[in-house]
């Protein structure tokens, strides 16, 4: 099993950044597909981003890619989401998620999740 916390979720001006971490502990993340969600009001949780954690590999949501940026530590167990020109419309509770890389394969879905950091973007 994985355990999962978020941080670093806070009001930001619109066109400014913030960078979220995510702190992973349990299970060796050897084999762990590592990523990140939000939920905005009223809609449904939607794909952020996601790394492999030996791979490297990423992928990004069309509304995120080149501004937002996915990074992981190693050392420090923390996979990290950097976002750049935030939006009004990047507004959500943002959530780290993981599964292993074989289980997203079969399933398509993530196991194991935090609590979420809230991102609040003013115009």
């Known amino acids: 099993q994985v355990q999962l916390r978020e941080s670093g979720g806070r009001l930001v001006q619109a066109g400014g950044s913030l960078e979220l971490s995510c702190a992973a502990s349990?299970?060796?993340?050897?084999?762990?597909?590592l990523g990140w969600f939000r939920q905005a009001p009223g809609k449904e949780r939607e794909f952020v981003s996601h790394i492999g954690w030996t791979s490297g590999s990423t992928a990004y949501a069309d509304s995120v890619q080149g501004r937002f940026t996915i990074s992981k530590d190693s050392a420090k167990n923390t996979v990290y989401l950097h976002m750049n020109n935030l939006k009004p419309e990047d507004a959500a509770v943002y959530f780290c998620a993981a599964v292993l890389v074989n289980g997203y394969a079969q399933s398509g879905r993530y196991d194991y999740w935090g609590q979420g950091t809230r991102v609040t973007v003013s115009s």
């Open positions: 349990g299970d060796t993340l050897s084999y762990y597909l």
